[in-house]
């Protein structure tokens, strides 16, 4: 016989009743039956039942064992009684009478229970992150996790795509985060960069005669944190591919998402790659506050600023003389109730604001009507105007937020889900796609004025090299996002391969040809030697597999992640240098106040 187990925990059934087993595994629970003891023997794949009385030989040693101890038993399979049996799990027909027991590895007092569903602060999960993970939950998410990234690799490899993979330590390049830099001992007062996404590489592969590339690449960026992104490294789906358009990429990528969600989704409702929209930036932003938007949710946001130009309610009116302004109001089906537009209204001004104006229709004496201070300010006629533009009525309420777009869209974003969610016109059971596409290649910095890239410095300008010559505001760029239930999942964009319109691209934002050159030198100096026209994105596992186990932490699918501040509980990290490692860098750490 095996020296551990002949069946993993999961394999028992009745048709091995008789016959004489070794399991291994961990006491996930032990019960005391008036002087029978029965442990739940648990794996990575299972759970069975063993049980021990007097009349074993190891009563004595089993009765020692505790929760989490790793133990290996044989024993007898015997069948349950009839009323006995737990149908909840495969081997409930059975259990085991222990006649040998070998504890393999005895467990201290826990930080944490693996049994039961109780909760545990963050910290305490992160610092004994070994305990966590037994959990079943836990062991569910590293399993789909490890599970979808097979699917991925399957479904890249069925569209002849090739897996390659790029360097880990490199130059440092401007990629919208911080680089995590790495000094050189050989060259010293130097440093590498890990990087941000392996960007330049995989446009040097297409430049190389590659006609196709993926990988599931690493990626590392100082950033802060939040609940759905990792404040260190992350791993994306990286692809690239050569002499192709923005429809391309989108035909391309998007059956190997839908086909990962399909399969991993649990049932939910995934709508077939070609009919998910393409909404411009601009109108995202409009219709629903954000570039990734909640779909699931059919609320849009609507301009109603004529409606209250020049009208009764002076804060609004007001505010539309100023240039740029604008009134949006975020429909509200079946939220016409004073109680529940107070609601929102305390919502907003939690959030920052000062508050929400509203409007909600009642029936009052047979007939419709308005009713809330805004409804009072600006009249009947401008009211019903309102009501039949956004396609309201009786019990059905509007929110509405003023000013300069930048300053309220988050806010309206955000309460446009809220009340999705509270009136339950939320799919919760349904992963709503979009693409959202001509993004604006620069923005400006609203007290200095300075052009500086919005998105990936890498893009091809719509209109190509013309498009450069006027305004950089107004320049768009082939780059698109895949949004999906409120998060973005892919990035990416057809690039910019002709090094005249990169150098031009670049010196709109203040980059110098010199400095290009210096910078990313390796990839313009390719370019000088007939680079094929290319595009790709890049795909978020860590995302995609949040959303397929139903959470909203980044950090319950990862298996080692960081915590909020970036630190590794578990590791220590980060750590202090020893004196010899700064030495042989030629580093000296300045202590901060």
Excluded at 330 to 341: D, L, M, Q, V, W
Excluded at 568 to 582: F, H, I, V
Aim: one cysteine or more; a negative charge.
């Amino acid at each position: 016989m095996h020296a551990y187990r002949s069946h993993t925990c999961a394999d028992l059934t009745k048709a091995n009743v008789g016959e004489t087993v070794r399991l291994a595994g961990w006491v996930h629970r032990i019960r005391d039956h008036g002087g029978v003891l029965f442990v739940d023997l648990r794996d990575h794949f299972g759970i069975t039942q063993v049980l021990c009385d007097p009349d074993s030989p190891v009563f004595a040693e089993v009765e020692k064992v505790r929760s989490e101890w790793c133990i290996r038993i044989d024993g007898t399979v015997k069948a349950r009684d009839e009323s006995l049996v737990n149908p909840k799990i495969p081997t409930g027909e059975v259990e085991v009478f222990v006649r040998d027991m070998e504890v393999l590895g005895a467990a201290d007092e826990l930080p944490l229970m693996v049994f039961g569903d109780q909760e545990y602060p963050e910290e305490t999960r992160l610092r004994y992150r070994y305990l966590d993970l037994r959990r079943e939950a836990m062991q569910r998410n590293m399993t789909l996790r490890s599970d979808v990234v097979a699917s991925i690799r399957k479904r890249m490899w069925d569209q002849n795509f090739r897996e390659y993979q790029t360097p880990v330590i490199t130059a440092s390049s401007p990629e919208g985060a911080r680089d995590f830099l790495v000094p050189s001992r050989l060259h010293p007062g130097k440093f590498y960069a890990l990087p941000q996404a392996p960007q330049q590489f995989k446009q040097l592969i297409m430049v190389s005669g590659f006609d196709k590339y993926f990988q599931i690449a690493p990626c590392f960026r100082d950033e802060d944190p939040r609940a759905d992104r990792s404040p260190t490294d992350f791993y994306q789906l990286d692809m690239e591919m050569s002499f192709v358009e923005q429809q391309d990429v989108f035909d391309t990528v998007a059956p190997v998402i839908a086909g990962v969600f399909e399969e991993f989704g649990g049932g939910k409702t995934v709508d077939a790659p070609q009919d998910w929209p393409q909404i411009p930036y601009a109108e995202a932003l409009l219709k629903y506050g954000t570039d990734k938007p909640d779909l699931r949710n059919p609320i849009e946001m609507q301009d109603v600023s004529e409606h209250f130009r020049g009208s009764g309610f002076a804060i609004f009116a007001k505010l539309l003389e100023q240039e740029g302004t604008q009134i949006r109001a975020i429909p509200a089906p079946t939220g016409g109730s004073r109680k529940f537009c107070d609601r929102m209204n305390a919502f907003a001004q939690k959030e920052g604001l000062p508050g929400m104006g509203y409007i909600f229709w009642r029936e009052a004496d047979g007939a419709m009507e308005a009713a809330g201070p805004l409804a009072k300010n600006i009249g009947p006629e401008r009211t019903e105007a309102i009501r039949q533009q956004l396609g309201l009525g009786v019990g059905d309420a509007a929110f509405f937020l003023g000013g300069k777009p930048h300053a309220f869209e988050r806010v309206a974003a955000k309460a446009r889900d809220v009340i999705g969610e509270e009136k339950g016109l939320t799919d919760k059971n349904r992963f709503a796609f979009a693409w959202i596409v001509d993004f604006p290649m620069y923005e400006a910095d609203e007290e200095s004025g300075k052009i500086d890239f919005s998105h990936n410095p890498f893009s091809m300008p719509q209109g190509g090299e013309a498009a450069l010559d006027g305004d950089p505001l107004d320049v768009l760029g082939y780059q698109y996002d895949l949004a999906c239930n409120g998060y973005e999942l892919v990035s990416g964009a057809i690039r910019n391969h002709r090094p005249e319109i990169m150098f031009k691209a670049f010196g709109l934002a203040g980059y110098g040809e010199d400095e290009v050159r210096k910078r990313f030198g390796g990839m313009v100096n390719a370019f000088r030697f007939g680079a094929p026209p290319h595009g790709g994105c890049a795909a978020g596992i860590d995302r995609i597999v949040m959303l397929l186990a139903d959470t909203a932490n980044i950090r319950e699918v990862i298996m080692f992640p960081m915590n909020q501040r970036a630190e590794d509980l578990m590791m220590n990290a980060p750590s202090d240098p020893t004196s010899d490692q700064l030495m042989e860098l030629g580093l000296r750490v300045i202590p901060q106040d």
